[in-house]
């Protein structure tokens, strides 16, 4: 399988690890499959008898053409191991009308585990296959919860190392603790005086610095990033749906309808792919928090970034610019106009789709969005009619998953993506759930004791976890111990 950019008119071809490796194309597209992936109705139902594991190794070689068979068997059976992951990396659990596919039961407690365990084995391959001398040096800006998963997927990745910044006092407590205490012999955290902005400025000066990548590359690395734009995160997210449809046990010719908390357009994204893969997918519901700029871009036609920008209890969906939407835009309106679509919205901040292709774009995907009192409204009324818990990214999913379903009159069973653990949200849950909420590792206490709901280990163990590191710098010295830190031999 070749890949191309979604800017590149020419169509110039890449090789699968130089895409993993790359991250993005020189033309500042992003890279997608130069042709169609399918698997036949036989293909799938081979699956069901398999693993996780082995169905994400032969979903991911379909795309993965460059790697051998075995070596991505092995990998992601280090990546969705029991110890990472218990016993269904994946699960289903029904409440009422709706089916959830909880993906938080990886190290981290939220579904980004399910892309960053496997992502930095795809990483090392392609070094690997690519031939180079180097290794790859990943640089991270975190406001919290991204940090802690690329920490535990690239923590002892062969050809790997990883350093987060992260903004001192701009994290929660527990998150703070869970990248402190990150264990692994590859991996730094680093405290910044300022805010996440000054973090992500100061990652990408260095990734620039020509005063860093020279003796950088002396001591035998070269810089990478672990962003959801690389397709070495993508392809993981298609198995989960894959893998969802086959567990659900749909009667011939049904479909399932799924609904997914939307931010970067990552995850609703790979669920597309695997409808056009063969899934027997039917809608797609794009659910975003008050940060609604994808409802209005669905219903109208019109991206606009132009807007207020809101923080909200889902801060993973607290997102203007979608990046993975270029992705969709590239399927259905070809390199030429993507090309334009991003220079209007870097330009001016705002592009319009045509007609035709809004129309297109609708046929798949129902847009809908949930302010903060629908969240915790659904947070409340989820946990007092069901028993079961769901955080406030969830919550939106399943306020736009019952909007759609009463607007629709669709008969289709309903999936929503469960993205994150709702004790990873402790305070916005208690609130919603009209406790007096705390903080911390209290309120995760306090939350488990009210509801009689079990808070995940990896959680709750922090409380006796040991801090390992405790550098905390200015912006400017930033360079200095990513310099400092490729230097120490491992
Ligand atoms: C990242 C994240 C999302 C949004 O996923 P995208 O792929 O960016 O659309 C939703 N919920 C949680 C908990 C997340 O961490």
């Known amino acids: 399988m070749k890949f191309v ?33 399918f698997f036949a109705k036989e293909e799938l139902l081979s ?22 068979k075995a070596a991505l068997a092995y990998s992601c059976k280090e990546a969705y191991s029991k110890e990472k992951f218990g016993s269904h990396p994946a699960p289903l659990r029904k409440a009422g009308e709706i089916t959830y596919l909880e993906l938080y039961h990886g190290p981290t407690c939220a579904f980004k585990d399910m892309a960053l365990q496997l992502m930095p084995r795809l990483l090392s ?4 296959k690519s031939g180079v001398n180097e290794d790859a040096l990943v640089l991270v800006a975190t406001s919290g919860d991204t940090g802690k998963a690329a920490l535990e997927g690239f923590a002892d990745v062969n050809r790997t190392k990883i350093m987060v910044f992260y903004p001192e006092g701009g994290v929660s407590e527990i998150q703070k603790k869970q990248m402190l205490s990150q264990k692994g012999s590859n991996v730094n955290v680093c405290g910044v005086v300022g805010n996440f902005d000054d973090c992500q400025t100061g990652v990408k000066n260095i990734f620039q610095n020509e005063y860093v990548i020279k003796p950088l590359s002396k ?39 799924i609904t997914v908390p939307t931010g970067n357009f990552g995850n609703i994204l790979a669920a597309y792919m695997a409808k056009k893969a063969g899934a027997p997918i039917g809608r797609l519901i794009c659910a975003s928090n008050k940060n609604k700029v994808l409802t209005d871009f669905f219903t109208t036609g019109v991206y606009d970034r132009r807007r207020e920008f809101f923080l909200t209890s889902s801060p993973s969906m607290d997102i203007l610019v979608s990046s993975n939407l270029e992705r969709l835009l590239w399927l259905v309106a070809g390199a030429g106009k993507t090309r334009e679509y991003m220079k209007n919205l870097k330009e001016k901040g705002v ?68 993205t994150a653990s709702p004790f990873k949200f402790s305070p916005s849950v208690s609130r919603a759930l009209g406790l007096s909420s705390g903080e911390g590792l209290d309120a995760m206490d306090r939350l488990s004791e ?41």
């Not at 996780?52 to 032969?58: I, S, W």
């Not at 391959?125 to 690997?128: A, F, K, N, R, V």
């Not at 995940?456 to 111990?481: D, N, W």
């Open 450 to 490: 009210y509801t009689g709901i079990d808070a995940p280990k990896a959680l709750t163990g922090l409380r006796y976890e040991k801090s390992r590191f405790f550098t905390v710098v200015k912006p400017e010295s930033m360079a200095e111990e990513v310099i400092k830190f490729a230097n120490q031999t491992v």
């Open 125 to 128: 391959l392609s070094i690997e």
């Open 219 to 257: 001591t035998g690395h070269f810089f990478s990033s672990a962003n959801s734009i690389n397709f070495g995160r993508l392809v993981p997210q298609v198995v989960y749906y894959i893998s969802a449809c086959i567990d659900m046990n749909l009667p011939e010719g049904v479909l399932c309808d």
């Open 351 to 418: 592009f319009e789709v045509d007609a035709d292709t809004l129309k297109v774009l609708q046929e798949d995907i129902y847009a809908c969005f949930a302010d903060e009192k629908d969240c915790h409204e659904t947070i409340r009324k989820t946990f007092e009619e069901y028993n079961y818990l769901i955080d406030p990214h969830t919550a939106v999913g399943t306020f736009a998953a019952e909007k759609y379903m009463k607007e629709t009159d669709s008969n289709n069973p309903m999936l929503v993506v469960s």
């Open 5 to 37: 950019s979604t800017r590149d008119i020419a169509g110039n071809e890449y090789n699968s690890y130089e895409v993993i490796k790359n991250g993005i194309a020189a033309d500042g597209g992003l890279f997608f499959p130069k042709e169609k992936v």
């Open 47 to 68: 699956l069901k008898e398999k693993s996780y594991a082995d169905r994400a190794a032969f979903i991911i070689s379909k795309y993965l053409t460059d790697f051998s």
